[in-house]
């Protein structure tokens, strides 16, 4: 049987022992796991012993209490941060301290759980972080195996990601326990991060549903004539809300008609992907130009934008499933990490060629060239 290594981080013995109790005899069995996973729980009293724990191995799961003696749990949660440690950490909350379980989340937290909390509160959270690092462990194996495994991490995250994530569902039982009060204005970052982790999820949830079909040979191509211009201008339109939410301006430069051999949904999911990507990394009022040009030999798409750019080091692995870039500027900004990966692996089939030029803080231009 696997293991999961928990690190319990409170200064009070009977929660400590109390979460050594609960977990002696739980185990999680689901049938897309190989194997049935325990866990083996470690203690620490204090924030410092916490990180000197920390100094010498990487639990998979911290249960964080808040209110510690010494430095408070927050501190050891930005040492985590600084160092880099990859551990997922459940902060421990009184029901009270509303503002801490927000800026415990915003700083990287999975999950809270307030106290007191029950055996099946502890279960649950447990259960759903466990399954997020099952995934993880995945992904690491997609990069070693065959396609096989690669579809079926693929269609598990697909279904697994279709339930409310578990800190929507933590602000939503706050809210209903109006744990702030009884205006609704003191919800609103709660509801507006809670929005904005669905919309995630559900952009997740198709960009797998895309990458699925196209890894497996299981989506239907439809090859014909289509108009390349026409397509970029539906793109466009498609985009358009989302650029104006964003202060964005879209300019095109486009002739009449540019005919290609394509499958038309395939050069509609390129498209929206660049377009989406051009104004999610872009700055507030910045700009997008999206331009096709033809000549004898090649037909090319280029689409430019004046967003935050991306370094040398960063560009060697950017088509990469599940690859996203993180900085101060990408901090904030939610995705998939699939989209490019998704174009670069349609365009291959198409024996096209996807280049970038990009400069940091001056923005990207991705170039996509046919050949005739």
Known sequence: MEQFKILVVDDEPGIRAGV?????????????MD?????????????????????NQTPDIILLDNKLPGIQGLDVLNYINKHEVGSSVIMITSYASLEVAVKA???????????????????????????????KRMTTRMNEE?????????????????????????????????????????????????LDRLDGMRNLILDLLDLTKIESGKKQRSIGKINLSES???????MQPY????????????????????????MEIVLNNLLSNAIKY?????????????????????????????????????????????????RRISGSGLGLSIIKRIIDNYKASIDLESELDAGSTFYITFNK
């Open 105 to 135: 989340t915003k700083q990287g937290a999975t999950d809270f759980l307030p106290k007191p909390f029950t055996p099946q509160e502890l279960r649950a959270s447990l259960e759903s972080v466990s399954k997020q690092l099952f995934l």
């Open 243 to 266: 650029a104006i939410q964003k202060d964005i301006s879209i300019e095109s430069h486009t002739p009449e008609k540019v005919n290609l051999n394509a499958d038309n949904e395939e």
């Open 35 to 55: 194997d049935t996973f325990g866990f083996s729980v470690e203690e620490a009293a204090t924030g410092e012993e916490a990180i000197d724990n920390l100094k």
């Open 146 to 194: 065959g396609k096989q495994i690669r579809y079926q991490f693929l269609s598990l995250l697909s279904h697994e990601l279709k339930a409310p994530i578990t800190a929507v569902e933590g602000y939503l039982k706050m809210m209903e326990k109006k744990e702030a009060g009884d205006d609704i204005n003191a919800y609103m970052e709660m509801i507006s991060r809670s």
């Open 20 to 32: 050594k109790r609960v977990l002696r005899s739980f185990t999680l069995d689901y049938p897309f």
């Open 282 to 330: 872009n700055k507030k009022g910045g700009r997008v130009v999206i331009s096709l040009t033809e000549n004898e030999h090649q037909i090319i798409i280029s689409v430019k934008d004046t967003g935050i750019g991306i370094s040398e080091e960063d560009q060697k692995q950017l088509f990469r499933e599940f690859v996203r870039i993180k900085n101060e500027h990408t």
């Open 232 to 238: 970029i201008e539906h793109a466009i339109a498609t």
